[in-house]
């Protein structure tokens, strides 16, 4: 079973809204959570870092929370544009370990 | 751009073709790596290298070769590849390898089909 897994699989939205994407992870020791944005035909490029200590974070209109506790994060897209369809991956990190855990990713399409 | 260049970016191949996809990282990183991404699932991670040494290697079928000649290049080299072998293969670099977790650069990757 897959370490982080997300949800929803796909979504699509008008271009102006709001959109929430969900990662509940089991990875143990936690070190941090990343959100990477993919565009199509492209490498994933990391939006956010959030450690143990941090609940939220942004950038720009991209909004992270995290709550350990119950290990799970969000990323809150405001004001949703058409350059915002992309995929969505969410990254967790153990301590002490190189490797990274992935999740599959929340494709989000953006439409006018 | 990422720092993180790699070639092609498309590639065609019969089963019975030898090819190499090429990375090439700008940002002074000592660890490279090569994921594999199919469609609907999380990244794979295929090969990890840390200054050069091989310090992974993911249970990846013998058909898939690496090889980093120093810590700005990494190749992968093909041969007799299957049909479930075309994905999207990814190149991505780091400041540190094992034993630390820093933030990977991917590169573009190289979207391989196999007919």
């Not at chain 1, 993919?38 to 990391?46: E, K, M």
Request: glycine letters at 6%; charged letters at 15%; a positive charge.
């Amino acid at each position: 079973k897959n370490q982080v897994e997300q949800s929803p699989q796909s979504l699509i939205i008008l271009e102006g809204k709001n959109c929430t994407l969900q990662c509940n992870y089991t990875v143990s020791p936690f070190s941090n959570l990343r959100w990477y944005k993919q565009d199509t035909g492209r490498g994933p490029v990391s939006l956010t870092i959030m450690t143990f200590s941090e609940n939220t974070k942004s950038n720009g209109r991209y909004t992270a929370t995290l709550d350990a506790d119950t290990k799970q994060s969000s990323l809150h897209i405001t004001a949703s544009q058409l350059s915002d369809s992309a995929s969505y991956i969410c990254v967790v990190s153990s301590q002490y370990d190189y490797k990274l855990s992935f999740g599959a990713g929340t494709t989000v399409t953006v439409r006018a | 751009e990422t720092g993180v260049t790699q070639t092609p970016r498309h590639l065609v191949m019969g089963m019975t073709n030898k090819k190499s996809l090429k990375c090439e990282q700008h940002l002074g990183h000592n660890a490279m790596y090569w994921y594999k991404q199919s469609a609907k699932k999380p990244l794979e991670l295929m090969f990890v290298y840390s200054l050069e040494e091989r310090v992974e290697n993911n249970s990846v079928p013998s058909r898939f070769s690496p090889e980093c000649p120093n810590s700005s290049h990494l190749f992968l080299h093909l041969h007799t590849l299957q049909p479930e072998d075309s994905a999207l293969y990814l190149c991505a670099s780091s400041q540190g390898g094992s034993g630390r977790s820093y933030e990977q650069f991917f590169g573009p990757g190289t979207r391989l089909t196999v007919l």
